[in-house]
Every structure is written in structure tokens, then in C-alpha cells.
């Protein structure tokens, strides 16, 4: 079996292998900009894992990874012209090392060649399966987007609708690369869905963490401000669920809070802090977080691949859950 | 035989049995809008045409006929952004109507939802070509999106470079159009890639005719403002043919007008197009068209179909390039 690290330099070699065109070099410089900035290539990473438990020849299965590899990077290069982002991982986003024309333009072209290294997989069959479950969870990935954008200005959002969201802007896009490992495999439908379904179910947890942890992590482990989302008035899962169960006064109390922007950040970082602290926010929130993770591992319990080939699977997405705790 | 309105109809049936999801209403009713805005849904008649040639059987050929226009219209959606341009068809543009996001997030989803398309075709082989085809143009279409932006900002195009431009950006989809029209019908390479050669040469006549009708076109036919390439200072072919075979005094001339935007609009376009008058330019550029012209029906004379189906295809293509004159 693979390491992680091994997998992660397949990845690396197939994108070395397989470079965007040289010109227009306006249109490609940014696509090769953006995936040079450090992401975790966890995506493509999960392909392979996915790939692995049922197959040894990574050659049928690295066009999908990159694929899916690409088309979050295209997600990033379209969401920080929308969020109207300055950085990335420290460094100035597409449309504003270069401009909006260049991250709408290279955005485009780099989704585009998604579908082609989709189409490089080569077998006609495996190849329609892939693009099928592509479309249906990029079509999800943007649907989740609009999702976020509507949140934004509207107050009455439900913690159902806010589960969605994230399914739909994130987690899906991990449920489906696993997904897509088990086709690029041939595995048995059954096999594709339960993959589907732990990256999915893990998805969700992992995003539910990364609430919690935006304002209960260790501020020396925790890449970005502890506090950030509450300095940002975000309607986290913290909020809404402190609207959904906390009496009235608290709830008075933090809608006052979020409209607030004045004054000192760590007192407001510490008032919210009390009243979720106050209300068990965290363990209510942390309960929810285990119950999907919970749900996430007996999917992929129920894959009927070699206990071995599924531990670097289970060790990787474990660890991405334990960060931080 | 079907008639181009059959054919319309045809398409617009297939639009109203496969519409976008309800839901979020935010994202896919731009989408709608951009659509029933009026185009002429040139791109998907012409890929039934090409069909048509050597099959009858048309629900083989209009999820691909409908992806090529959803294509199109997320070019255009995406376009009209980064053109600031406010108005497309006397309608405010998707990100004037609505706002920016919308407008790259809307405009997303659609390219996606062609590729949808694309896939229902059902036949995993044709699918493939399909994608494969259609990956191709997709990429040269934004390729030459950006060159189109490059030239704003250069002032050493060459003609050459110029019809490189037009054929990637436009040209090449509505070759792209003929040739899935017939990988949708099976026919041989041959025949695919000869059909491909037809829609892209007559693309690239119709282009530079359109150069050539913004200046010389009759008032009372032509849609747009006749003169309005010279009032934007746009460096069509006809300025670049100036440029190259003009003595120096007009060509001095020309790009003194080009760099004036105060005065007389009238007296403008008038100034300009008397340099290009005395330099025989509208003839220059009407032999070229005709030679693209000429090139292209030679590609569908050597498709092995009978001539008897040739027709509509050939009757439409000829009558797009006689307009106005």
C-alpha cells in the first residue's frame, strides 16, 4: 500500500507530466499560479486512496485525480473574485495579482480541462461514468455556492439549510473524488456508494469542525485568527444553533453582538465566546460533528475491499478529524 | 428534409423538456434569461444539420445540439463581463440585471450543464468523441477570448494573428457544432472532419464580413450602429489591412483618428472610411472573405452525403454570407 506522501508525489509527477498549453501564456500563467500555492492535493489524494482499495494501476486512475485537483482549483479562482479575496494561503489571489478578466478567463479554462483529463482515462465506458458523476457534483458544488451567497443576506437561516451548504459546497466534491476512484476501478456500484457516502458524511463533519475550530482552536496550531468568523459576523453553525436553542436574552445578545463592528476584537471574540460557552454550544455542536463522522466510517466499513487497503483511507480522513483537539 | 424553422422548433422543444432545476432560483434564472434573450440558436441548427446528413433519428443529436448552445450562451455571459458591457440584444447584461457573482457563478453552472448534455447523449463511445471534440473547442474558444483581450492592449497585431484570433473565438465552435453533429450520427472521420473545416472557414468569412458590415453595411439591414468598430477605435481588419499596405501618410492618419475621440462622430467615421476607401481596403477584405468562402463550401462539396441533404446546410450557410450585400 501507498503512503500518503507516495501518493501525493504520483500527483505531483502526473501534473509535471501533463502542463497546461505555453500559449496564450496570459491565460494559463494563472492556473499554474494558483495550483502552485500549497494546497493539501487532499482531493486527488482521496481519488487514489479510493482507486487503491481495489486496484494497483494508478496509470487508469491519475487523469481523474488531476481532474478533480483542477476543478477545485477552479473553484477557488471563480469563489475569491466573489468573495472579493485579497489572499490565498498568504499570497494575492488571481484577480488581484492580475484582474478580474484573468480569474473569470483562466477559472473557465481550467475547468474545461477538468473534462479533459477526464476524457484521457480513455475507456469510453468509465470515462461516461466519470463525467456523469463530475456534472452532477460540480452542478452541486455551484448550487452550494448560490447557497453561501443567498446565506449572506438573509437572517432566517435554518441549521438544516446551513448542513446543506456545506454538503453541497464542499463535502460532495469529496464524496465524489472517492467516488470517481471507484469507478476508475470498475468497483461494484454498491462499493462506489458507500465511498460516496463516507466522503460525503466526512465532508460534513470536516466542515463542521472547521466552525468549531475557527473559534475554539489552539490559536498555535490553527493556520488561520482564532476568532475570525465572529470578528466577520459569520453565521456559523455556532450561531445558528446558539438562535435555535439559547433563551431569548442570549439571542438578543449575540444579534446585537454580530452588528456590531466596533470596539475592541478579543472582547467581542470573548462575549460571543461566554454566550456559546454558556449555552454548551461546542459539545452540542461537537456531538453533531461525531454523529456524521460516526456515519462516515461505517460506510466505509461496509466497502468490500481488504481491511488493509482501506488504513490509509481510514488514517488520513481520521487525522483530518482530529486536527487540532 | 427539415426547414431551418423545423429545425428551431426542434431545439426549442428539447430547451422546454429539459430545463434547469427550480432550484436555487438565483443561479438558474440567468440562465434562463441569457437564453431567451433571441439568439438565432445558430449553433445548435447547424450541428442538426450536419446530422441530418446521414441520419434522421434526432433525439441521437439534440442533447448535443442544446449543450452547444448552453455553451455559447456561458461564453457570452461570461463575456459580457469581462467587457463591462451593459446591454446584450437592447436587454441589460446578466451581471447588470443582476451583479458579478451571479454573472460568473450562473455563467458556471451552464457550462457544466453542457457538458450534462453532452453526456445524455447515452452511447459511452460517442460521448466520448463528443467530450473529446468538444473539450478541444471549448479550450481554443477561451484561447481566443484571450487574445481578443491581449489586442485591446497591443499595437502590433498582424493580420494574421487577427484571424487567428476570430477562428479561435468564434470560427472553430461552429465548426465544432458540424462535427459533433456528425460524430452524433456516426459518420466517418472523414466526413466529421471535413464538416469541422466547412464551419470553420465559413466562421472565420463570417467574421471578417462582420468587420467589413460595421463599416460598410446598409443603415436599414445591419442591427447594430453602422461606424461603431470606428467609434470605438477597434482595431478590426480592416484599420490592420490599412496598416500593412497603406503609405505611410494614411496609415500616420489612421492612427491619429484612432487615438481622437472628441469631434463629430459622423465626421469620424467619414475620415476613416475615406482612408480606407482610397486604398481599396472593402475590396481587399471582401477577396479574403471570398477565399475563407470558397474554402469552406469545398470542404462540404467532399462530404460523402447526397447532395439532396446537402441543401439546408448549404442554403443557411450561404445566406448568412450574403447578408446585407
Avoid at 28 to 37: H, S
Avoid at 230 to 258: F, G, H, S
Wanted: some cysteine; glycine content about 6%; overall charge negative.
Amino acid at each position: 500500500m501507498h503512503t500518503l506522501p507516495q501518493f501525493l508525489d504520483l500527483i505531483d509527477r502526473y501534473a509535471a507530466e501533463n502542463p497546461f498549453p505555453a500559449s496564450p501564456h496570459e491565460l494559463y500563467e494563472p492556473c499554474d499560479y494558483i495550483l502552485a500555492l500549497g494546497g493539501k492535493r487532499l482531493r486527488p489524494a482521496l481519488l487514489l486512496m479510493g482507486f487503491e482499495l481495489f486496484s494497483d494501476d494508478f496509470a487508469k486512475a491519475l487523469p481523474a485525480a488531476w481532474a478533480v485537483e483542477l476543478f477545485h482549483n477552479f473553484t477557488l479562482m471563480h469563489d475569491d473574485i466573489m468573495d472579493a479575496a485579497p489572499l490565498r494561503r498568504g499570497k494575492p489571489t488571481v484577480h488581484t495579482k492580475w484582474n478580474t478578466t484573468t480569474g473569470i478567463l483562466s477559472g473557465d479554462v481550467m475547468l474545461i480541462r477538468a473534462y479533459l483529463q477526464l476524457a484521457k482515462t480513455g475507456d469510453p465506458g468509465v470515462v461516461l461514468e466519470l463525467v456523469n458523476t463530475f456534472n452532477r457534483v460540480a452542478t452541486e458544488v455551484c448550487e452550494g455556492q448560490q447557497m453561501d451567497v443567498n446565506f449572506e443576506t438573509r437572517s432566517d437561516v435554518s441549521i438544516s439549510e446551513y448542513i446543506r451548504m456545506i454538503e453541497l459546497k464542499t463535502a460532495v466534491l469529496l464524496g465524489g473524488a472517492l467516488e470517481m476512484g471507484a469507478l476508475c476501478a470498475r468497483a461494484s456500484k454498491s462499493d462506489a456508494e458507500h465511498l460516496y457516502q463516507f466522503g460525503r458524511l466526512a465532508g460534513i463533519a470536516f466542515q463542521i469542525q472547521d466552525d468549531l475550530l475557527d473559534t475554539y482552536g489552539d490559536p498555535a496550531k490553527f493556520g488561520k485568527q482564532v476568532g475570525g468568523d465572529i470578528l466577520q459576523n459569520k453565521k456559523t453553525l455556532l450561531v445558528l444553533k446558539t438562535l435555535e436553542i439559547a433563551p431569548e436574552a442570549d439571542c438578543l445578545e449575540l444579534q446585537r453582538l454580530m452588528q456590531t463592528d466596533a470596539g475592541d476584537p478579543q472582547e467581542k471574540i470573548a462575549a460571543v465566546r461566554a454566550i456559546f460557552d454558556r449555552n454548551q454550544i461546542p459539545a452540542l455542536i461537537a456531538t453533531d460533528q461525531q454523529r456524521f463522522q460516526y456515519q462516515a466510517f461505517e460506510h466505509l466499513a461496509a466497502v468490500t475491499a481488504p481491511a488493509g487497503r482501506k488504513e490509509i483511507l481510514q488514517k488520513t480522513v481520521a487525522e483530518l478529524l482530529e486536527r487540532e483537539r
